[in-house]
């Protein structure tokens, strides 16, 4: 893999890591608030994202310029690069620090217990769907 890559790849990561950590080892603190109040949180994906199609506009080019009916197969292709790998990748921490961000905020809100919320916290980041499935059993209204 290109260095370049390499460290697209891990710009988002690494960006989230310290805001994922704060809501789910500190979920009811003053701190872990304020740091996850704003959207500092998107910088780094958003950087990743937006200097990956900069670096390598083809693919992006072509999933949006290429015939509708052969949008599947052109994401395929575009997945199995580096650049669409990190893309990919960006793509997913992004939306997985937003989701996992709204059921932090839901899990205070609804005051359910700070190792229920560490639990939705870890598994929305590790895997969202079962982060996701915690969250409704676990926010009952």
Known sequence: MELIYAVLFLIPTIWVGPFWLLMMIEPTSERTSKWVEGNALFIGPLIAYFVTIIVDPSGMIELFSGNPADMMDTMV???GTESGTVLAWTHM????IIATRWMWRKAIENE?????????????VMLMPVGLLLHIVLNRE
């Open 77 to 79: 292709n575009l997945l």
């Open 93 to 96: 921490v992004a939306g997985d």
């Open 112 to 124: 359910i217990g700070i190792n229920q919320t560490r639990g939705i916290v870890f598994f929305g």
